[in-house]
C-alpha cells in the first residue's frame, strides 16, 4: 500500500486532533428498536449499520465561536419572559464538564438544550398537555464549553409530562441536550435527568438503555457545593463524547 | 484503551425544534437565525446544488417531525476549520422537515472528492444526520451523487455495500442543480446507515 504522508503529519499532532475516532460501543446505546417505545417500532432501521474507519468526513466538524451567543443564551430563567421577567418555578443551575473518553476536556463544544418549563408544558404547536404554558418561559438555550471543558447555564427544574404511549406513561423530568464536538463523529443528542426522581427506572424511553450504568449516568445528581444560597439548586452533569485512537508517538510517551 | 464510556443518546424527541430551531418552532426573538439555515455565502466556490428529500417510515407513511442535518467538505473536498477551506461556506446545514409536505431542503455546493486515509478518494458526499421522535440514536447515512458514476465507482465506502442497497444513497438529479433523495427508515428500500 502507498505510503500515506498526511497520516505521518497528523501522528505529530495531539491526538486529540487527528486521526480515526475509536469505535462507538453500541452497548452503551440504547437500541434503535425497543418496542415498548412505540414510536422506535417502525423508525428503526432493520439493518446493522455499516462500519469503516472515520475518515475527514467524520473527524472534522462544524466550526462555532463564542460570537454566536448573545448574553441571555445560557440564561432560560430570563431570555424568553418580556422585560427580563423571570421564568416560573424551582430556579436551578445545571453545569458539568464535557470530556472525551479519555477524560481530556472538549473546548468550544456547542451544547443547545431545551425542555418542559416546570408544569412539564412545552411551547410547542404540538404539544398538547393541559399544563399552562409560562409567558415567560421558552424552554431554548445554549451554552459553549471553555478551555476546560466546562459548561454552565440557569433554569427551572422542569415538570414531569404525561405522553402518549402506553396507556399512562410519564417523562421524568428531563432536559434534552444537543452536543457538537470537535469532529461529526462526535454528534449526540441525549436527556439529562434528575437524581430520586422514582419516574426515571419507568420511562420507555430511558428503558431502551440496556446497561444500568449508562442510565445511571444520564442522571445529574445534587450537587449543593455550587448551588446559589437563597437563589438556586446547582445540578451536575458531565458528558462523554468519543475520543480518538491513541497515536505511536503518545504510546511511546507513555510506555517509556 | 479509553477509560470512560460515551454518554449514552437518548431520542431528540417531538419538540427537539424547540432547542435546535427555535424560530422555525416559533420561538422568535431568541436567535437572529436558526443554525445551519445557510451553508453557503454568494461568494462560496463551486457549483451550487439544492438537495432535497422525504423520509419514511416502516408503514410507508411520511414522517414530518425529523430534523436533519448536513455535514460536507466544500468544492474542493476540504472540511471547514481545516487549513484553505473556503471561508464563504460553513460545510453545516440543519433542516427541519416541513409539517405539511414532510420535505427537507439544503442550498449548498458540490462538494468535492475527499481523502481516504489509507490513500485514494472518496467520491463527492454529504454526510446526513438524522433525528426525531422514535429515534434512539441519530442515524448516520451519506448521500452520493447518482451523476458520478466513475467516482462512485472507486469509492471505498459504496464498495463495501451491495449494489441493490448502494442505490439507497444515491441523489438523482433533476432539473439542473437540483438533486433528490427519499430516505427509508424500514422496508424493502430501506437506506443504508453508518456506525462510524
Ligand atoms: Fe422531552
Known sequence: MIRDQSKDAQMQDDDQNAGPYLPRNAASHPAALHPPYRSSRLRSPQAEPITFPSTPSEESGPVFTGDLLGPLDNDLLHNFGPDGQSAIGPRIIVHGRVQDQFGRPVAGALLEVWQANAGGRYRHAKEGYIAPLDPNFGGCGRVMTDTEGRYSFRTVMPGAYPWPNGPNDWRPAHIHFSVFGAGFAQRLITQMYFEGDPLIWRCPIVGAIDDKRAVERLIAPLDMDNTAPMDALAYRFDITLRGREQTLFENRMEGL | ?196
Not at chain 2, 81 to 90: K, L, M
Not at chain 2, 100 to 127: D, L
Not at chain 2, 156 to 183: C, F, K, M, W
Request: glycine fraction near 12%.
Open chain 2, 1 to 196: 484503551m479509553s477509560k470512560h464510556p460515551e454518554t449514552a443518546s437518548q431520542t431528540a424527541g417531538p419538540y427537539v425544534h424547540i432547542g435546535c430551531t427555535p424560530n422555525f418552532a416559533g420561538l422568535t426573538g431568541l436567535y437572529e437565525n436558526d443554525l445551519g439555515a445557510d451553508m453557503a455565502t454568494d461568494k462560496a466556490q463551486g457549483a451550487r446544488i439544492t438537495l432535497s428529500g422525504r423520509i419514511f417510515d416502516g408503514a410507508g407513511d411520511l414522517i414530518h417531525d425529523a430534523l436533519v442535518e448536513a455535514w460536507q467538505a466544500d468544492a474542493a473536498g476540504r472540511h471547514a476549520g481545516q487549513p484553505g477551506a473556503d471561508p464563504h461556506f460553513s460545510g453545516f446545514g440543519r433542516c427541519p422537515c416541513d409539517a405539511e409536505t414532510g420535505e427537507f431542503r439544503f442550498k449548498t455546493v458540490k462538494p468535492g472528492p475527499v481523502a481516504w486515509p489509507q490513500g485514494g478518494q472518496q467520491a463527492p458526499h454529504i454526510t446526513l444526520w438524522i433525528v426525531a421522535r422514535g429515534i434512539n440514536i441519530g442515524l448516520h447515512t451519506r448521500v452520493y451523487f447518482a451523476d458520478e458514476d466513475v467516482a462512485n465507482a472507486q469509492d471505498p465506502v459504496l464498495a463495501e455495500i451491495a449494489d441493490n442497497r448502494a442505490a439507497t444513497l444515491l441523489a438523482r438529479p433533476q432539473s439542473a442543480g437540483d438533486y433528490r433523495l427519499d430516505i427509508h427508515l424500514q422496508g424493502p428500500n430501506e437506506t443504508v446507515f453508518f456506525a462510524v
